[in-house]
Protein backbone atom coordinates (compact mmCIF):
# COMPACT_ATOMS: atom_id res chain seq x y z
CA UNK A 1 0.00 0.00 0.00
CA UNK A 2 0.59 3.86 -0.33
CA UNK A 3 -0.04 6.51 1.68
CA UNK A 4 0.02 9.98 -0.07
CA UNK A 5 -2.27 12.38 2.03
CA UNK A 6 -5.10 12.11 1.81
CA UNK A 7 -5.31 8.97 -0.99
CA UNK A 8 -4.21 5.04 -0.86
CA UNK A 9 -3.10 2.80 -3.14
CA UNK A 10 -3.64 -0.55 -2.68
CA UNK A 11 -2.77 -3.94 -4.58
CA UNK A 12 -2.92 -7.42 -4.02
CA UNK A 13 0.25 -8.25 -5.34
CA UNK A 14 1.57 -12.13 -5.67
CA UNK A 15 5.19 -13.08 -4.81
CA UNK A 16 6.33 -12.63 -8.40
CA UNK A 17 5.32 -8.92 -7.73
CA UNK A 18 1.90 -9.10 -10.38
CA UNK A 19 -0.83 -6.79 -9.60
CA UNK A 20 -3.71 -9.01 -9.16
CA UNK A 21 -6.23 -6.22 -7.66
CA UNK A 22 -6.42 -2.71 -6.64
CA UNK A 23 -8.18 -0.13 -4.55
CA UNK A 24 -8.48 3.27 -4.15
CA UNK A 25 -9.68 5.37 -1.78
CA UNK A 26 -9.34 8.59 0.18
CA UNK A 27 -8.64 8.48 3.84
CA UNK A 28 -9.32 10.58 6.91
CA UNK A 29 -6.30 10.99 9.31
CA UNK A 30 -8.67 10.69 12.17
CA UNK A 31 -10.09 7.24 11.45
CA UNK A 32 -6.85 6.09 8.53
CA UNK A 33 -5.95 3.28 10.82
CA UNK A 34 -9.27 1.00 10.37
CA UNK A 35 -10.05 2.31 7.07
CA UNK A 36 -6.47 0.75 5.77
CA UNK A 37 -7.27 -2.63 7.98
CA UNK A 38 -10.72 -2.65 5.92
CA UNK A 39 -9.19 -2.30 2.83
CA UNK A 40 -6.84 -5.05 3.33
CA UNK A 41 -9.89 -7.35 4.78
CA UNK A 42 -11.32 -6.41 1.36
CA UNK A 43 -8.24 -7.52 -1.05
CA UNK A 44 -8.00 -10.37 1.49
CA UNK A 45 -11.01 -11.66 0.24
CA UNK A 46 -9.18 -11.67 -3.34
CA UNK A 47 -6.55 -13.86 -2.16
CA UNK A 48 -4.41 -14.62 0.80
CA UNK A 49 -2.39 -11.96 2.01
CA UNK A 50 0.38 -13.08 4.08
CA UNK A 51 1.90 -9.67 4.60
CA UNK A 52 1.93 -6.12 4.34
CA UNK A 53 4.24 -3.54 2.86
CA UNK A 54 3.40 -0.04 3.53
CA UNK A 55 4.97 3.05 1.75
CA UNK A 56 4.74 6.74 3.01
CA UNK A 57 6.24 10.05 1.77
CA UNK A 58 8.78 10.83 5.12
CA UNK A 59 11.50 9.92 6.82
CA UNK A 60 10.86 5.86 8.39
CA UNK A 61 13.50 4.85 11.18
CA UNK A 62 13.58 1.16 9.60
CA UNK A 63 15.58 0.10 13.41
CA UNK A 64 12.20 0.95 15.57
CA UNK A 65 9.73 0.93 12.71
CA UNK A 66 8.90 4.98 13.94
CA UNK A 67 7.83 7.71 11.30
CA UNK A 68 9.74 10.58 12.49
CA UNK A 69 8.81 12.96 9.82
CA UNK A 70 5.84 12.94 7.44
CA UNK A 71 3.95 15.61 6.29
CA UNK A 72 1.25 13.89 5.15
CA UNK A 73 0.73 11.72 9.17
CA UNK A 74 -1.09 13.23 11.81
CA UNK A 75 1.53 13.65 14.60
CA UNK A 76 0.09 11.66 17.09
CA UNK A 77 -0.06 8.69 14.33
CA UNK A 78 4.03 9.15 13.23
CA UNK A 79 4.73 7.01 16.19
CA UNK A 80 2.71 4.84 16.84
CA UNK A 81 1.34 3.64 12.67
CA UNK A 82 3.42 0.16 12.66
CA UNK A 83 1.71 -1.28 16.08
CA UNK A 84 -1.49 0.43 14.94
CA UNK A 85 -1.62 -1.62 11.59
CA UNK A 86 -0.12 -4.72 13.17
CA UNK A 87 -2.62 -4.98 15.65
CA UNK A 88 -5.39 -3.60 12.91
CA UNK A 89 -4.80 -5.83 10.10
CA UNK A 90 -3.20 -9.19 12.39
CA UNK A 91 -0.42 -9.33 9.16
CA UNK A 92 3.70 -8.86 9.33
CA UNK A 93 4.03 -4.87 9.03
CA UNK A 94 6.76 -3.35 6.79
CA UNK A 95 6.82 0.38 6.99
CA UNK A 96 9.12 2.44 4.03
CA UNK A 97 10.10 6.11 2.84
CA UNK A 98 8.11 5.78 -0.59
CA UNK A 99 11.07 6.05 -2.45
CA UNK A 100 12.65 3.16 -0.99
CA UNK A 101 9.71 1.33 -1.56
CA UNK A 102 9.40 2.26 -5.30
CA UNK A 103 13.61 1.69 -5.74
CA UNK A 104 13.36 -1.69 -3.99
CA UNK A 105 10.14 -3.05 -6.56
CA UNK A 106 12.20 -1.61 -9.54
CA UNK A 107 15.29 -3.77 -8.30
CA UNK A 108 13.51 -6.54 -7.58
CA UNK A 109 10.55 -6.89 -10.33
CA UNK A 110 11.42 -3.91 -12.95
CA UNK A 111 13.90 -2.18 -14.74
CA UNK A 112 16.05 -2.71 -11.81
CA UNK A 113 16.41 -6.72 -12.85
CA UNK A 114 19.81 -8.41 -12.90
CA UNK A 115 21.58 -5.71 -11.20
CA UNK A 116 23.44 -5.41 -8.26
CA UNK A 117 23.79 -1.86 -7.68
CA UNK A 118 21.16 0.66 -8.11
CA UNK A 119 20.09 4.39 -7.64
CA UNK A 120 16.72 4.82 -7.48
CA UNK A 121 15.00 8.31 -7.83
CA UNK A 122 11.32 8.99 -7.92
CA UNK A 123 10.37 12.76 -9.14
CA UNK A 124 6.22 14.12 -8.42
CA UNK A 125 5.32 16.17 -6.23
CA UNK A 126 8.84 16.20 -4.11
CA UNK A 127 11.85 14.20 -5.37
CA UNK A 128 13.21 11.30 -3.44
CA UNK A 129 15.93 9.05 -3.65
CA UNK A 130 17.19 5.64 -2.39
CA UNK A 131 20.34 3.70 -3.04
CA UNK A 132 20.66 0.01 -3.06
CA UNK A 133 24.25 -1.81 -2.73
CA UNK A 134 24.88 -5.31 -3.00
CA UNK A 135 21.06 -6.48 -3.32
CA UNK A 136 20.58 -3.88 0.28
CA UNK A 137 19.06 -1.05 0.57
CA UNK A 138 21.24 0.97 1.99
CA UNK A 139 19.91 3.66 4.12
CA UNK A 140 22.33 5.89 5.81
CA UNK A 141 23.90 5.86 9.37
CA UNK A 142 20.03 6.91 10.63
CA UNK A 143 18.16 5.51 7.67
CA UNK A 144 17.77 8.60 5.49
CA UNK A 145 20.09 8.24 2.52
CA UNK A 146 19.41 8.98 -0.85
CA UNK A 147 17.60 12.42 -0.45
CA UNK A 148 18.56 13.81 -4.21
CA UNK A 149 16.06 15.95 -4.25
CA UNK A 150 18.26 18.16 -1.75
CA UNK A 151 20.50 18.35 -3.55
CA UNK A 152 21.54 22.10 -4.21
CA UNK A 153 21.42 22.80 -8.08
CA UNK A 154 20.69 26.83 -8.28
CA UNK A 155 22.88 28.18 -5.08
CA UNK A 156 20.67 31.52 -6.25
CA UNK A 157 17.75 30.34 -6.08
CA UNK A 158 14.39 29.66 -4.70
CA UNK A 159 14.12 28.25 -0.79
CA UNK A 160 13.05 24.87 -0.12
CA UNK A 161 10.58 22.83 2.18
CA UNK A 162 14.10 21.77 3.84
CA UNK A 163 15.30 25.17 4.64
CA UNK A 164 18.21 25.22 2.13
CA UNK A 165 17.87 27.39 -1.23
CA UNK A 166 18.27 26.08 -4.85
CA UNK A 167 17.29 22.31 -4.62
CA UNK A 168 16.61 20.04 -7.47
CA UNK A 169 13.24 20.04 -5.71
CA UNK A 170 12.74 23.39 -5.92
CA UNK A 171 13.24 23.23 -9.92
CA UNK A 172 12.17 20.01 -11.44
CA UNK A 173 9.30 18.26 -9.08
CA UNK A 174 5.99 18.48 -10.63
CA UNK A 175 4.66 21.78 -8.98
CA UNK A 176 7.80 23.41 -9.62
CA UNK A 177 7.63 22.74 -13.56
CA UNK A 178 3.96 24.54 -12.88
CA UNK A 179 5.53 27.56 -11.76
CA UNK A 180 8.62 27.76 -13.74
CA UNK A 181 5.99 27.39 -17.02
CA UNK A 182 3.22 29.81 -15.30
CA UNK A 183 6.56 32.73 -14.55
CA UNK A 184 7.99 32.16 -18.29
CA UNK A 185 4.20 32.44 -19.39
CA UNK A 186 3.60 35.72 -17.90
CA UNK A 187 7.12 37.12 -18.75
CA UNK A 188 7.16 35.88 -22.03
CA UNK A 189 4.52 37.30 -25.22
CA UNK A 190 5.74 34.55 -27.62
CA UNK A 191 5.30 31.45 -24.92
CA UNK A 192 1.54 33.16 -24.54
CA UNK A 193 1.00 31.36 -27.96
CA UNK A 194 1.58 27.98 -26.30
CA UNK A 195 -1.57 25.84 -25.70
CA UNK A 196 -0.91 26.02 -21.93
CA UNK A 197 -1.61 29.26 -21.68
CA UNK A 198 -5.14 28.80 -22.70
CA UNK A 199 -5.62 26.52 -19.56
CA UNK A 200 -5.98 28.03 -16.30
CA UNK A 201 -5.06 25.44 -13.56
CA UNK A 202 -2.58 23.46 -15.47
CA UNK A 203 -0.11 20.54 -13.74
CA UNK A 204 2.68 19.19 -14.55
CA UNK A 205 0.68 15.96 -16.63
CA UNK A 206 -0.80 18.89 -18.83
CA UNK A 207 2.97 20.40 -19.86
CA UNK A 208 4.08 16.75 -20.20
CA UNK A 209 0.59 16.05 -22.38
CA UNK A 210 1.10 19.30 -24.68
CA UNK A 211 4.87 18.18 -25.21
CA UNK A 212 4.15 14.70 -26.68
CA UNK A 213 1.49 16.53 -29.02
CA UNK A 214 4.66 19.15 -30.16
CA UNK A 215 3.82 22.27 -28.17
CA UNK A 216 7.06 24.01 -28.55
CA UNK A 217 6.93 25.53 -25.58
CA UNK A 218 5.92 22.70 -23.45
CA UNK A 219 8.59 20.66 -24.27
CA UNK A 220 11.38 23.40 -23.83
CA UNK A 221 9.99 23.41 -20.49
CA UNK A 222 10.05 19.25 -20.50
CA UNK A 223 14.03 19.65 -21.47
CA UNK A 224 14.79 22.08 -19.29
CA UNK A 225 13.66 19.98 -16.32
CA UNK A 226 15.63 17.45 -17.71
CA UNK A 227 18.51 19.13 -17.82
CA UNK A 228 18.31 19.82 -14.23
CA UNK A 229 17.63 16.34 -13.42
CA UNK A 230 20.26 15.99 -15.23
CA UNK A 231 22.61 17.93 -13.44
CA UNK A 232 21.36 16.26 -10.31
CA UNK A 233 22.13 12.75 -11.99
CA UNK A 234 25.52 13.65 -13.15
CA UNK A 235 26.34 14.42 -8.97
CA UNK A 236 25.22 10.74 -8.13
CA UNK A 237 27.33 9.19 -11.26
CA UNK A 238 30.60 11.30 -9.73
CA UNK A 239 29.44 10.10 -5.92
CA UNK A 240 28.92 6.10 -6.55
CA UNK A 241 29.89 4.87 -9.63
CA UNK A 242 26.45 3.15 -9.60
CA UNK A 243 25.72 0.18 -12.14
CA UNK A 244 21.84 1.41 -13.18
CA UNK A 245 20.29 4.60 -12.09
CA UNK A 246 16.19 4.32 -12.79
CA UNK A 247 14.31 7.14 -12.97
CA UNK A 248 10.61 6.77 -12.11
CA UNK A 249 7.55 9.36 -10.25
CA UNK A 250 4.80 11.29 -12.17
CA UNK A 251 7.30 13.23 -14.06
CA UNK A 252 8.91 10.67 -15.89
CA UNK A 253 5.45 9.55 -17.90
CA UNK A 254 6.78 12.14 -20.34
CA UNK A 255 8.62 9.58 -21.60
CA UNK A 256 11.89 10.06 -23.62
CA UNK A 257 11.00 13.75 -24.01
CA UNK A 258 12.18 14.22 -20.56
CA UNK A 259 14.74 11.13 -19.89
CA UNK A 260 17.08 11.86 -23.28
CA UNK A 261 17.61 15.55 -22.06
CA UNK A 262 18.77 14.33 -18.96
CA UNK A 263 21.18 11.58 -20.21
CA UNK A 264 22.56 14.29 -22.48
CA UNK A 265 23.04 16.47 -19.48
CA UNK A 266 24.53 13.90 -17.03
CA UNK A 267 26.49 13.12 -20.31
CA UNK A 268 27.99 16.35 -20.42
CA UNK A 269 28.50 17.24 -16.51
CA UNK A 270 29.89 13.60 -15.40
CA UNK A 271 33.27 12.05 -14.97
CA UNK A 272 33.16 9.98 -18.33
CA UNK A 273 34.71 6.75 -16.62
CA UNK A 274 31.94 6.82 -14.35
CA UNK A 275 29.24 8.11 -16.48
CA UNK A 276 30.33 5.38 -18.87
CA UNK A 277 29.51 2.71 -16.71
CA UNK A 278 26.19 3.88 -15.40
CA UNK A 279 23.05 2.80 -17.59
CA UNK A 280 20.18 5.37 -16.71
CA UNK A 281 16.58 4.38 -17.68
CA UNK A 282 13.33 4.83 -16.86
CA UNK A 283 11.62 2.89 -14.44
CA UNK A 284 9.34 -0.33 -15.01
CA UNK A 285 6.40 -0.37 -12.72
CA UNK A 286 5.11 3.07 -13.22
CA UNK A 287 2.36 4.00 -10.82
CA UNK A 288 2.65 0.73 -8.94
CA UNK A 289 6.11 0.80 -8.12
CA UNK A 290 5.73 1.78 -4.48
CA UNK A 291 2.85 -0.51 -3.80
CA UNK A 292 4.46 -3.19 -5.43
CA UNK A 293 7.75 -2.47 -3.64
CA UNK A 294 6.42 -2.50 -0.54
CA UNK A 295 4.38 -5.62 -1.34
CA UNK A 296 8.29 -6.96 -2.54
CA UNK A 297 10.12 -5.91 0.96
CA UNK A 298 7.10 -7.59 3.16
CA UNK A 299 7.63 -10.59 1.05
CA UNK A 300 11.05 -10.42 1.56
CA UNK A 301 10.58 -9.98 5.39
CA UNK A 302 8.64 -12.56 5.71
CA UNK A 303 10.95 -14.55 3.73
CA UNK A 304 14.40 -13.54 6.07
ZN1 LIG B 1 15.58 21.12 -0.20
Known amino acids: MYYSG???????????GEVLERRETAISPDTMVQQIAAVARELGSHGDVSALGFGIPGLVNRQTDVVIVSPDLPTGIRENLHKALTEATGLRVELENDANAAAYGEFKVGAGRGSHNIFYMMIGNGIGGAIILD???????????????????????????????????????????????????????TSSLSRLGLKKGFTADDVAHEAKEGDDFALMMIERTGKYIGTGVASVINLLNIERIILGGGVMDAGDLILNPIIQEAKRRAFQPCFEATKIVAGKLGRDAITVGAAMLARDALAS
Open 6 to 16: PNLQAALVNDA
Open 135 to 189: GKLWTGSSGFAGEVGHITIDTEGLECVCGNTGCLETVASAPSIVRRARERLNRDS
